[in-house]
């Protein structure tokens, strides 16, 4: 601790150090979406991972005080899924955050959205093949697990919930209740009674996308970190949500990864390589897109090599807002992605010591293999399946 306490001095003295002459000072690396809004002077700070974070980030706002960087404050800290912080920095303070030797990396926010474009998707994925039989006998129902949907918020008091689930976080300080729809649609298809693939899985909401379905990457990985630091095991979460490619999502997944929890991500309905987007992209995240009811690409999906499954996500039926009773059909990898966490609440009553590595390849071996038409070249044609056989 003294140590790090020191070197942040030392860094800090060499920063205001005035002098011509001296060697170029290292730059920690700045990370920018191409694809999607990002926000202006808000930056997220990942930390070496052997800092001792509240320390650092109480001389930061020293100097950012003596300074007199009047306009940059740090609004938010990250422990968890890695150690960091969400900043309003002007280009001087940037620069002097990045100059500092114990950042590991600088990333512009930007914006996430969600992935949009009783369900015939659980009649599919409990048979290995067409024509649908009009039944769904699952190896299992979810009981005992905790599945976190990271998204707009849920209805708890939703008929389909059967008292099993709860508005949990919000990360945009309201209280956690869906007011889009798409994180109710999402919970009712990985876990309602009724259009649900784990039919007895505890179901938590965890709210990171406003009333338009659209959010920050600071806002997804408050929500991450919340899930990360408060998650009940076994547990699964499950994200239908995606934007341009984010190192410091990418980084939140891994920090999931390494707290034994499993993220079940969309795709993305851009229908461009998955390996593009985040959280699709990152290594330990599990990226699902989407088919039809006669088992056919979805032309929305996203491809490539960073897709793990497929899954039903066309006109898929499920548990809505504007009254407890209330349904929508709904198309998206979004819905594709539930199936499939659903799938590992499953798995995981079955087997609750599964670990993540266990549990990824669970779900890809007992797949159906090559079934689906159309799929692209260097993408998986490879269905999920939860039947008893």
């Given at each position: ?18 002098g ?38 109480n ?46 990396h ?25 024509p ?61 009674k009724t ?22 990457t ?10 990360a ?18 190192i ?17 991500a ?5 229908q ?20 039809d ?24 039926t ?9 349904t ?12 499939v ?5 499953i ?9 993540v ?16 038409n159309n ?13 008893q056989?």
């Open positions: 601790m003294v140590h790090q306490v020191f070197s942040l001095l030392i860094a800090l003295i060499c920063i205001m150090c005035i011509s002459g001296s060697t170029t000072k290292r730059l920690a690396p700045l990370y920018s979406s191409l694809n999607h809004r990002r926000v202006e002077n808000q930056y997220i700070v990942k930390l070496q991972n052997n800092v001792d974070a509240e320390i650092f980030l001389n930061v706002k020293s100097i950012f005080k003596a300074l007199r960087y009047n306009d940059c404050q740090i609004s938010l800290s990250y422990n968890t899924i890695f150690k960091g912080f969400l900043a309003n920095m002007n280009s001087d303070a940037l620069k002097m955050v990045r100059e500092l030797t114990l950042v590991a600088v990333e512009v926010d930007s914006e996430f959205s969600i992935s949009n474009v009783a369900s015939w998707g659980l009649d599919r994925i409990d048979q290995r093949n067409l649908l039989d009009n039944q769904y006998t699952p190896s299992g129902t979810g009981e005992g697990v905790n599945i976190y949907i990271i998204d707009t918020g849920i209805l708890a008091t939703h008929v389909d919930f059967e008292d099993r689930a709860e508005a949990a976080y919000d990360a945009l300080d309201g209280d956690g209740v869906d007011c889009n729809g798409h994180g109710t649609h999402v919970a009712g298809t990985a876990g309602g259009y649900g693939v784990a039919k007895k899985v505890n179901i938590h909401g965890v709210r990171v996308l406003n009333c338009q379905g659209v959010g920050l600071s806002d997804v990985l408050e929500g991450m970190d919340w899930v630091a408060n998650a009940q095991k076994p547990a699964v979460a499950s994200m239908s949500l995606g934007g341009g490619y984010s410091s999502l990418n980084t939140a997944v891994g920090g999931l990864y390494d707290m034994g929890i499993l993220l079940v969309a795709s993305g309905n851009e461009i390589d998955a390996c593009n987007t985040s959280p699709a992209s990152a290594e330990e995240a599990f990226s699902v897109s989407a088919s009811n006669s088992d056919n690409w979805a032309s929305f999906s996203n491809t490539g090599s960073c897709v793990d499954l497929i899954a039903p996500g066309v006109d898929i499920s548990a809505y807002i504007g009254s407890n009773t209330a929508a059909v709904v198309s998206g990898t979004s819905m594709a992605c539930p199936h966490s659903g799938a590992a609440c798995l995981l009553q079955l087997e609750p010591n599964l670990s590595d266990q549990l990824r390849e669970k779900l890809i071996s007992t797949s159906t293999k090559d079934v689906i799929v692209p070249l260097n993408t998986v044609n490879q269905l999920l399946y939860v039947g056989s």
